[in-house]
């Protein structure tokens, strides 16, 4: 007589690896009907999310169209009466945005395990063990969450009192900077702008920076799909441009004189300092994203810059040394 219980598992092993195969690598995810129970839940260890068969087929699909060539290898599988595990691996390049993530073409890999039960031979549970870690660190998002599901609404806990709402009015009224452009170019390589004095160096080495930017802002599409940034310190000699750039005319650029940076993002002529940085981040901040970006060209004059306080521009060179 043979035996039924080694039988049912030499099933399941070839049925996962070709299932998971048919999934991960073509798209085809309704053979996991053949593997899965029908109600079957996938649960996530890192945060205890859970989604039904459903969720995990759209899932799948999100990041297959992400990542085209996604190849996936079952390395190890293991199966012990109705307790699994399945060791895993992923490469695939990323060729298409994720969510709001905007593809960057290169080729990651990823890699996890996923440990359940069987039910009658099917797989009911698994809870699903992801080092995100390499596949994040080039998306630039800190989770696959993130990427692939909007923000949550604001809570009425977040939000100040009247009183206190006021206070932080005006202790950002009582911070003194510069002000900037911040530009890009968009998918058709047309140069994008806006002013912005939410810039902060983050770090020398490596050399950081940041810039935080309105999601309602037109420049902001192109920022959040692009790869590069320029940040331009305004001079005394750039009232004008100041005011295009804090406006949302179409074609801020006919006004101006400007050359591209290494990589081609705008720098305008006349302005106290310029850089151009690739973006490394872009953190989800609700209504603004906090885009972090590592510098490789700088260039400084000696243009005197305005000096931005609350509401108003002073001239950088009159200021009194304490
Ligand atoms: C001094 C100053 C600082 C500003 N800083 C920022 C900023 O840090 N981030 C931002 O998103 N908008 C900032 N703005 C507002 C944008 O410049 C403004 O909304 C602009 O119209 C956006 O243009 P766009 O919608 O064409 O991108 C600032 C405006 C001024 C005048």
Known sequence: MPDTTEAVTTDIRSAVRAVWEAAWDRGEVDRLDELMTADFVRES????????????????????????????????????????????????TFAHDLGEVPATGTRVQTRGSNQGRLHDGRIAFERVTWDQSELL????????????????EASVVDDLSGAQREALKGFNRQFVTGVTVVTTTDAEGRPRGLAANSYASVSLDPPLVLVCVQKTSST??????????????????????????????PDKFAHVDWRKGPQGSPLLDGSSASIEAEIKERFQARTHTVFIARVIHAEVTDRTPIVYKAGQFFDGSSLTEL
Do not use: C
């Not at 759209?58 to 996604?70: G, T």
């Not at 799909?225 to 949302?248: P, W, Y």
């Open 220 to 249: 902001y599409p192109a920022l959040f799909h692009s790869r590069h940034l320029g940040i331009n310190i305004l001079s005394t000699e750039q009232g004008d441009t100041l005011a295009t750039f804090a406006s949302r005319e």
């Open 45 to 92: 260890a890192a945060s205890g999310a859970r989604w039904d068969l459903a969720a995990h087929k759209r899932e799948i699909l999100q990041i297959r169209a992400a990542f085209p060539d996604l190849s996936t290898t079952v390395e190890q599988l293991i199966i012990d009466g109705d307790d699994f595990a399945i060791f895993w691996s992923s490469t695939g």
């Open 137 to 152: 660190a080039d998306l630039g998002v800190p989770s696959l969450r993130a990427a692939l599901e909007p923000e949550p």
